[in-house]
C-alpha cells in the first residue's frame, strides 16, 4: 500500500526538479574569414603544380606566375593581389590535347593544398 505511493511520490519529486533545468539556445556568432595572404596561396600554387605533375620551368613570385609543361600543355598559373587584399588565382593550359583536365587536376591540388 505504501508502494505506490511512494513510486508516485519519487515520480512527483522527480519531474518538479527536471523544471528547474534551464537549456539555452547556442549562442551563434559570426566568423570572419581573412583572406589567405599571398604567402600561403604562393606556396599551396607551387605545391600544387608539383603534386600535379607539371614540371615547373619558370617561377616568378614578384610577379606571381609559375610556368610549367605537363603531357604537352603549357601550364600557367597566375596570382592577382586583389584590392580587399585577397588574391586571384588563374590557371591556364594550352598546347596539349587535354587542357581542361589539366587544369582541373592543378585546380584540384591547389584546392586541396589552401585547405577547401
Do not use: H
Not at 519531474?15 to 606556396?43: I, K
Not at 600535379?52 to 605537363?70: P, W
Not at 588563374?90 to 590535347?97: D, S, T, V, Y
Amino acid at each position: 500500500m505504501f508502494a505506490p505511493r511512494r513510486l508516485a511520490a519519487v515520480a512527483l519529486f522527480s519531474l518538479v526538479s527536471l523544471t528547474g533545468c534551464v537549456v539555452y539556445d547556442p549562442y551563434a556568432y559570426q566568423v570572419q574569414q581573412q583572406p589567405a595572404s599571398f604567402d600561403r596561396s604562393w606556396d599551396a600554387a607551387m605545391g600544387a603544380m608539383q603534386d600535379a605533375g607539371v614540371n615547373v620551368g619558370n617561377a616568378d613570385r614578384g610577379a606571381g606566375m609559375i610556368q610549367g609543361r605537363k603531357d604537352g600543355s603549357d601550364v600557367t598559373l597566375r596570382l592577382n593581389r586583389q584590392a580587399d587584399g585577397s588574391v586571384r588565382v588563374e590557371i591556364n593550359a594550352k598546347g596539349g590535347g587535354n587542357d581542361q583536365g589539366v587544369a582541373n587536376v592543378v585546380n584540384a591540388a591547389y584546392e586541396r593544398r589552401m585547405g577547401r
